[in-house]
């Protein structure tokens, strides 16, 4: 009878180690159960197996009726202690969790944003296009702000030179494609957004189907070719645009939305310079800050744009120089006859 205790035993505890369901091990020790009752119906009164399995099924009788009443008391007070735990609603779309009402509260105490702008925000959909310098502070300051979803799409992967600018990356994701390396740190700086990383050009067979998937654009890319293209999308979408765009001391950024009467991208650059009259930052340079500077407005008029609050700059150029700490705003017009948005 020891002997058959103990394999049970084996069977219920050495089973649970290796990962065995309890279903399955319930299973194996009712058909060991029922055996050993067979054994003692079948078999004379001297049998030896009867003899070494206790010589009666009573035993194993009085056992069975033991675990069952342990069984039925467990699972009465199962019962007993769901009834007494209240249950939890599950969470509206669109409502705030208590961390993030604790995370997003000086947003909620501004008279501009409140707490209908910090839902809105939550429920906005933004495309940041580029994770190098000017999508970098962008993307983490909209993770920050609690924008709810955010796409970035960018081809590139990180490199020892993006460092001195690209601050959302760390020395640790050399090599990792940009989309995940941002992803990974947007995540871990706010978990309560959602990050779709595209690691990919934007061409064209694509841009319009994304652009349109999205309230809003920022675009921080660095060549004439991506800018054209994510404009043409935004434009027929008719989804605002927040460009940006970078120079050794120098940055301009505006908001492109000829749904709304400001003018696209193309009003205002309608062919790309010739080749050196605009050289990248890795031809010409460009101050590590500078790029936070710029990148940082264009997340706060996307900010802006999401929640209605003040004014953004829709009709307006700004361009900062950051060698001498100064700013103007300039005022831009829709140009008749533009082949993108027609003026």
């Not at 209240?86 to 961390?99: K, N, V, W």
């Not at 030179?161 to 760390?170: D, E, G, W």
């Not at 779709?196 to 060549?223: E, K, M, Q, S, W």
Request: aromatic share 6%; charged share 15%; with cysteine.
């Amino acid at each position: 009878m020891a002997a058959v205790l103990i394999i049970a035993a084996a069977i219920w505890f050495g089973g649970g180690l290796l990962g065995m369901p309890r279903g399955l091990r319930a299973g194996l020790l009712a058909v060991m159960f029922v055996a050993l009752l067979a054994l003692h119906l079948v078999f004379p009164a001297d049998h030896p197996l009867r003899l070494a399995t206790g010589g009666s099924a009573a035993p194993w009788l009085l056992l069975a009726g033991f675990a069952a009443l342990v069984a039925l008391y467990r699972s009465g007070l199962s019962t007993l202690r769901a009834r007494a735990t209240p249950e939890t609603e599950p969470q509206a779309p669109g409502r705030f969790s208590d961390s993030e009402l604790n995370r997003y509260a000086r947003h909620i105490v501004l008279r501009e944003v409140g707490g209908a702008g910090q839902k809105a925000l939550k429920n906005a959909k933004v495309l940041v296009v580029g994770a190098g310098g000017l999508g970098a502070p962008a993307l983490q300051y909209l993770a920050a702000a609690g924008v709810g979803t955010i796409g970035v799409i960018d081809d590139d992967a990180v490199e020892n030179a993006n460092l001195q600018r690209q601050v959302i990356h760390k020395d640790a994701a050399i090599g990792m494609p940009k989309v995940f390396s941002a992803q990974a740190e947007m995540l871990a700086q706010n978990p309560h957004v959602t990050v779709r990383p595209y690691h990919r050009r934007l061409t064209d067979d694509i841009a319009a189907d994304l652009v349109a998937d999205y309230d809003l654009v920022l675009d921080g890319t660095d060549n004439f070719d991506t800018r054209y293209r994510v404009n043409a999308a935004c434009v027929a979408a008719g989804v605002p645009l927040i460009s940006g765009a970078l120079s050794q001391w120098e940055g301009q950024l505006s908001v492109f939305d000829p749904a709304r009467g400001a003018p696209c991208y193309r009003c205002i650059f309608p062919e790309a310079p010739a080749a050196g009259l605009a050289p990248s930052c890795a031809e010409a340079g460009v101050i590590g800050p500078l790029p936070g500077v710029i990148g940082t407005m264009m997340a706060l008029e996307a900010v802006k744009l999401i929640t209605g609050a003040g004014s953004v700059l829709r009709g307006q150029m700004m361009i900062y120089d950051g060698l001498y700490g100064e700013s103007r705003q300039i005022a831009i017009a829709r140009r008749k006859g533009c082949e993108t948005c027609g003026g």
